[in-house]
């Protein structure tokens, strides 16, 4: 075997950092380790290089392995770049860690309800029908160990990822040359800091359009369910539209899902049926004056007979042996140039007809060789990002799909697939956005209320909803499904859960100045806008580890969904800081809630006109109305932003980096607290008066002594400052 380390001059900085590194001498018998050694442990103990020619036959690396090139080098202080390539058609490698720590990662689909990945063996691909929701299909061949470090393993070949023995992560990949990275933190615990090189060495996600943080109401068969005097898809819509009006439900999208076209299946001959929507063109520019982006369902399948099957056909495009007359119908093999362009020209229709996005479906489902599944999702999704980018340019439109792997997060955003309309959907799709963000994956939405129909009940129960309407308000994207029985204005539904989904869908469009903002920071960082506690809180690693039904939301707000029936649960207070109830102390602005503080855990109660969703003291939250969308109701309609601010004695100094699009540039807004004086700065929020009322920007929401004052900043920034005489977190 060829060991070959390279780069002496970064391995000279990188021993500095680390006692020693091993495997400069290979050990005349036994696997060829790579360990990296920190205080005399092994803090990363690559225990063996393995190849071998079935994915079940694999052996460790010797010195007297023949055929086999291995090397290594830092790549800089922070990462090894570990290349292997041999004649053999397997490569893997196993790691193994202390008897404590566990591993996170690979896959969104949350096993057994599990924020980590014990017990779990899989290959990289759509996980399929399980427990909860069906296909949760987000994956990255990345994970990430409470030992501190994380392994992204460069490939889109097939490959799995075994975790069923206890600290040993094993993965193993169906090419003969492979490409791993091992990511050491910056400092002991942050895990940031590998998300961060991880999303550098890969992908991050872009930015998307203000619309696509939602709300989104989507049909899922506009063939039916007509209420009033609808007699077409087309009309569904405004009949939405018009529930929302009266309601002042704010909104900013709509998708159709399929059927929406002609042939089998609805799909492949590039068109909309005129049964359903007689004319197209006229619907999509109404939606958009009615203040709606519109999207449509696409999947790389060729139905029989369809436009897209014949061309495919005649020219071979079709991955051999697949049943076109079955629902699934066979994919095209997209690595053929032609096939890709044709498919990419095809769509173009839509594009032309101003539709701003689509909702990218399937390619996990037993439409191509499962070993293509990585290579041809991710060319789909870039087919569809270029279509979208030639029509729109960058940022201004938003697609989603439910199977992308790994880079294609820079080209769509994520729904977790088809969640179950029970409390086990619920707290799996809570668990399964945690682990989206772990990959990096941090445009993410679930189906508000469940999407399968489950232990024969033919809607959600009204509890449900209400409980994930709120859940949608704290995620990045909050889409809800409409129609089939399903509308919240219809029955069996009552008033109440319009009063809620109003609440939920303006307060979400409320807090978008906050969740844009955390999301530029995704696309430079690609630490999420949903993160596990542990990402936020690793000092506390023991203590919340395991947590996978509570969040932090940006890095301010502590989120605590209720997932199941009832109107208590516990919460875990994270932190050496002090959290007060966000939603009562917006809602109610003469009653102080209770101060709670971190380092405990607490029953808390919520009906379900709330949820438990708590700021920290000193927080920063921009808050405001940016567009207009559907708000027609509303002739006086102006945008606004303002910044609620919660100065406590116990933190001097805080901040917030506040996007804006105008200026696609970040500002830093500061707060000072002395004594009692209490001083906000704005960094300059230059441009802004572009776009808004300089007059009704930036007030501050300024939680002093049980009341909530407002205090107008002076124009173009400058500092404010006020008293604060007591604080409600004492
Ligand atoms: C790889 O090459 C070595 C000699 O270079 C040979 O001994 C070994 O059998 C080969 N393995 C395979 C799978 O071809
Ligand atoms: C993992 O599997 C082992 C053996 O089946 C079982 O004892 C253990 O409880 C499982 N752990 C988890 C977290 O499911
Ligand atoms: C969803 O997955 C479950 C397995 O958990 C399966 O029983 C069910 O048939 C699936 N439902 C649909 C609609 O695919
Ligand atoms: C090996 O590949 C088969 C598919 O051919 C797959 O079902 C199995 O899970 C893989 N096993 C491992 C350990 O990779
Ligand atoms: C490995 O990939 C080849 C195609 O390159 C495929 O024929 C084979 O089934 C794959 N094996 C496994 C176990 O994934
Ligand atoms: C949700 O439905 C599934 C499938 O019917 C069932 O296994 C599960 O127990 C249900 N969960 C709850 C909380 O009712
Ligand atoms: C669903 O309904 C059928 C027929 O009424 C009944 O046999 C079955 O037990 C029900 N299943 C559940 C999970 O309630
Ligand atoms: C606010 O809280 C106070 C004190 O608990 C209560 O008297 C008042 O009715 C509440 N106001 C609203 C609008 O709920
Ligand atoms: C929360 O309430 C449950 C049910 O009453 C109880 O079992 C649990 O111990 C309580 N947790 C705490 C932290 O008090
Ligand atoms: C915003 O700035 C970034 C560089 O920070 C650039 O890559 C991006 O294209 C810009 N976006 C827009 C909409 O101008
Ligand atoms: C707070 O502001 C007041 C009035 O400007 C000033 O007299 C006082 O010294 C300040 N207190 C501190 C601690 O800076
Ligand atoms: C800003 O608000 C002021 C006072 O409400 C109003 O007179 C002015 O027309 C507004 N300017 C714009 C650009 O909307």
Redesign the pocket.
């Known amino acids: 075997m060829k060991l070959r380390i390279l780069n002496s001059a970064a391995i000279a900085a990188f021993l500095s950092l680390f006692n020693s590194a091993t495997a400069t001498t290979i050990p005349a018998t036994g696997p060829v380790p790579i360990r990296i050694t920190s205080g005399g442990e092994a803090f990363v103990n690559n225990n063996a290089v393995l190849i071998g020619n079935?994915?079940t036959t694999l052996t460790p690396i010797t010195a007297s392995t023949k055929g086999v090139t291995l090397t290594w080098q830092p790549l800089k202080h922070h990462v090894i770049k570990v290349e292997v390539s041999s004649n053999y058609?397997?490569t893997g490698a196993q790691f193994t860690v202390p008897s404590s720590d566990k591993f996170f990662g690979v896959w969104e689909y949350p096993f057994h309800g599990q924020l980590d990945n014990t017990n779990v063996s899989l290959?990289l691909l759509g996980v399929g029908n399980d427990e909860g929701i069906n296909w949760s299909n987000a994956r990255a061949p990345f994970f990430i160990s409470t030992a501190g470090y994380g392994v992204y393993v460069d490939t889109l070949?097939?490959g799995a990822f075994d975790f069923t023995t206890p600290n040993m992560a094993t993965f193993n990949f169906?090419t003969s040359s492979l490409t791993y990275y091992i990511i050491l933190p910056e400092k002991e615990g942050s895990f940031k800091s590998v998300i961060r090189e991880y999303t550098e060495l890969s992908a991050r996600i872009e930015m998307p359009p203000d619309s696509a943080y939602g709300p989104n109401f989507w049909s899922d068969d506009f063939t039916q369910d007509f209420h009033g005097n609808v007699s077409n898809a087309q009309e569904n819509y405004f009949d939405v539209i018009n529930h929302l009006a009266e309601n002042q439900i704010r909104a900013t999208s709509m998708f159709a899902d399929r059927p929406y076209g002609t042939g089998n299946s609805s799909f492949g001959n590039f068109d909309f049926n005129p049964k359903f929507y007689p004319t197209p063109a006229k619907f999509i520019s109404d939606l958009a004056s009615a203040g709606f982006d519109f999207q449509v369902w696409v999947a790389n399948r060729a139905f029989l007979y369809t436009e897209l099957f014949n061309a495919s056909v005649a020219n071979g495009w079709l991955f051999p042996g697949i049943d076109p007359v079955q629902f699934q119908g066979p994919a095209l093999n997209l690595s053929i140039p032609a096939a890709y362009d044709y498919f990419k020209s095809h769509l173009k229709y839509f594009t032309d007809l101003g539709v701003k996005g689509f909702k990218i479906d399937r390619g996990e489902e037993s439409e191509m060789?499962?070993?293509e599944q990585n290579i041809q999702m991710t060319l789909f999704e870039k087919l569809c990002h270029e279509v979208m980018i030639e029509a729109w340019g960058l940022g201004n439109y938003y697609s989603f799909a439910r199977s992308a792997v790994d880079r294609a997060r820079s080209l769509t955003g994520i729904w977790n697939g088809d969640s179950h309309a029970n409390f086990t959907g619920l707290q799996y799709s809570v668990t399964s956005g945690l682990r989206a963000g772990i990959l990096g994956f941090s445009m993410w939405g679930s189906d508000t209320g469940g999407y399968i129909r489950v232990a024969n009940q033919t809607v959600p129960t009204e509890e449900l909803w209400a409980r994930w309407m709120w859940f949608s308000a704290f995620s990045p994207v909050f889409e809800v499904m409409v129609g089939t029985g399903h509308t919240p204005w219809y029955a069996p539904y009552t008033s109440s859960l319009v009063e809620i989904l109003k609440t939920t869908a303006n307060l979400h469009v409320s807090l978008v100045p906050y969740i844009r903002s955390y999301t530029y920071q995704a696309t430079k960082t690609g630490i999420p806008v949903m993160r596990a506690l542990w990402l936020e809180y690793p000092d506390e690693l023991d203590a919340v580890k395991d947590i996978g039904d509570q969040y932090i939301f940006g890095s301010e707000f502590l989120v605590a969904p209720m997932v199941t029936t009832g109107n208590s649960r516990e919460v875990y207070f994270p932190g050496s800081t002090k959290w007060i109830n966000y939603i009562s102390l917006t809602s109610n602005t003469t009653s102080i809630p209770q101060v709670y503080a971190g380092g405990q855990t607490t029953n808390v109660t919520a009906s379900v006109e709330e949820m438990p969703v708590y700021v920290k003291e000193g927080a920063i939250i921009p808050t405001g109305d940016l567009h207009q969308n559907n708000a027609k109701w509303d002739a006086n309609w102006k945008p606004y932003l303002n910044f609620e601010v919660f100065p406590s004695f116990d933190v001097e100094c805080s901040s917030f980096s506040y996007y804006s699009r105008e200026t696609n540039k970040t500002v830093e807004i500061e707060m000072k607290v002395d004594g009692g004086n209490v001083t906000i700065t704005n960094g300059g929020f230059g441009g802004l008066d572009k776009v808004w009322n300089v007059t009704s920007i930036g007030e501050y929401w300024v939680y002093v002594a049980g009341t909530i004052q407002r205090v107008a900043i002076p124009e173009g920034g400058g500092a404010v400052s006020m008293r604060m005489e007591s604080s409600a977190w004492e």
């Open positions: 079935t994915n058609s397997f290959q070949e097939m169906n060789p499962f070993y």
